[in-house]
């Protein structure tokens, strides 16, 4: 045959030229196969819809991923996530230090995109239109958005947690997430409720579960805006119950793989049979104190001691205000200050009002307070241990009970001054809100009773923390200056 002849001349044996025959067809059929984007364009236009944008250079890439999401990933995120310091963001010597105001949705998304770096997965989620108007459809690593002015690797992915900061909210966190089911049989499984799971209000809050104890309690971390981002945690977390039971977008959640960004529930292979409703039809018809509760009793596998939970409760709440509130009331004070050292007259804008109120923020704190109130009425004061005992009669003492009462708050409001019991309660709980204040739990309770606590950002200290009379000048001084109210 001509073509063995021209072969041998050039070298070739028959053998070896079909095993090089064999190796060109195995590479294209593999190129053919390494290139679903252009077979998938080729459809596109086919359907006459308009053809998906090439993928960029690799180069380009925030990152470059090596792994792809699966049951063992997701379980690693859970893990992570239960071991979240906040020092990844606070601390100075961080490799995610100084990554500016973070709020509660985009920390969520920030502890995905760190993950997912750490670990050269893909990340992967819906972009958000500031303007209105998607030149594309999604944001992910093997965007060429920060090739440009950063380098590949951490410096892009610090540029891609800042633009999600400054791009997406709760309400994107909804169409990036699904439904879980709150079965017991499923805590802690990779699916289940546990670490990793978001509790969410689009448009309003969201939090990030980071575990549940033997005794039920949810801990939980979240971000809040401010001059600075402020992250904090809380131990026995009051969760924010879903509405959604129509649409399913709140409530209990977890992100979305990448390759389920797109696909209906039906077709997460681990969501079946509408478990996920559970968590709705529970909610409705009762308040978030007593849903957490009910989930409390859900989760626990052991009782906690007689008067172990209300002390868990006072300390939570503490903790919230000495941590949370003193410093996100701050932060609000002091951005308001350096606008009025320009313009005395100065109020805060639509945007900067929603941002630094804080309406949601206390409502989580003052539920607390009812919560506190129904563990003090259920617990029998006789088996309560020496640990408990203290924080039992600071917490009779905050809501005004007499000495020789138990049935209620019979003797609310007109419990007289006790020294050893004001000294109880600051010994327990007091903090300083500035250089010239220090109160305590009983101070804000009150102050909160009385309708005195203001969650307006325009509003100076005293009437933050509600120090003040009817009469004060500086309550008709911050009326008179008219700031309005979004």
């Not at 958005?145 to 992915?157: E, I, K, S, T």
């Not at 909210?169 to 709150?182: F, N």
């Not at 904090?232 to 977008?249: H, I, M, R, W």
Request: charged residues 20%.
């Amino acid at each position: 045959m001509i073509w063995r002849i021209g072969l041998s001349r050039w070298g070739f044996s028959t053998p070896s030229f079909s095993w090089l025959l064999l190796a060109i067809t195995l590479f294209m059929l593999g190129d053919a196969k390494g290139a679903p984007e252009t077979a998938n364009t080729s459809a596109n236009h086919r359907a006459g819809s308009q053809p998906q944008p090439a993928m960029a250079d690799k180069k380009d890439w925030v990152w470059v991923h090596q792994r792809h999401w699966n049951t063992h990933w997701q379980r690693e995120y859970n893990r992570w996530v239960s071991n979240l310091k906040i020092s990844l963001f606070k601390n100075k010597n961080s490799r995610y230090a100084g990554l500016g105001v973070i709020d509660c949705a985009d920390f969520i998304y920030a502890t995905y995109i760190i993950f997912a770096y750490e670990n050269r997965l893909p990340f992967k989620i819906h972009f958000a239109c500031p303007g209105g108007t998607c030149e594309q459809k999604y944001l992910s690593n093997t965007s060429s958005r920060f090739a440009r002015q950063h380098r590949q690797g951490l410096p892009r992915v610090k540029a891609l947690i800042r633009y999600v900061a400054r791009n997406y909210g709760t309400q994107h966190l909804a169409k990036d997430s699904y439904p879980i089911s709150i079965a017991r049989e499923q805590l802690n499984t990779p699916f289940g409720f546990g670490p990793g799971v978001i509790n969410l209000h689009p448009g309003g809050h969201s939090l990030l579960i980071t575990g549940v104890d033997p005794f039920g309690n949810v801990s939980a971390v979240y971000a809040t805006t401010g001059a600075k981002a402020e992250l904090f945690v809380e131990q026995s977390a009051n969760l924010l119950k879903p509405y959604d039971d129509e649409s399913y977008l709140d409530g209990f959640r977890r992100l979305r793989w990448p390759q389920y960004l797109n696909k209906s529930l039906k077709h997460i292979p681990w969501i079946k049979n509408g478990a996920f409703k559970t968590q709705y039809a529970l909610a409705k018809r009762i308040d978030e104190v007593t849903f957490t509760e009910l989930l409390k009793h859900r989760f626990a596998v052991q009782q906690l001691p007689p008067g172990a939970e209300l002390k868990y409760v006072f300390e939570d709440i503490c903790h919230d205000l000495k941590d949370s509130r003193t410093t996100y009331v701050h932060n609000a004070l002091q951005y308001l200050a350096s606008k009025r050292a320009q313009n005395p007259r100065y109020c805060m804008t639509p945007t900067e009002y929603d941002k630094f109120s804080s309406p949601s923020r206390d409502a989580r704190i003052n539920a607390k307070f009812f919560r506190l109130l129904r563990l003090l009425e259920r617990t029998d004061p006789a088996s309560i241990n020496a640990d408990a005992q203290p924080y039992y009669e600071a917490t009779r003492y905050l809501f005004g009970y007499a000495e020789d009462t138990h049935e209620g708050a019979s003797a609310f409001v007109n419990q007289l001054y006790d020294a050893d019991k004001e000294a109880l309660i600051q010994g327990l709980c007091s903090f300083k809100i500035d250089k010239h204040y220090i109160l305590n739990i009983k101070d804000y309770y009150w102050s909160f009773t009385q309708g005195k606590i203001s969650a307006n950002p325009n509003a100076p200290l005293e009437l933050r923390w509600g120090l003040y009379d009817a009469d004060d000048a500086r309550v008709k001084a911050f009326e008179k200056l008219g700031c309005p109210e979004y």
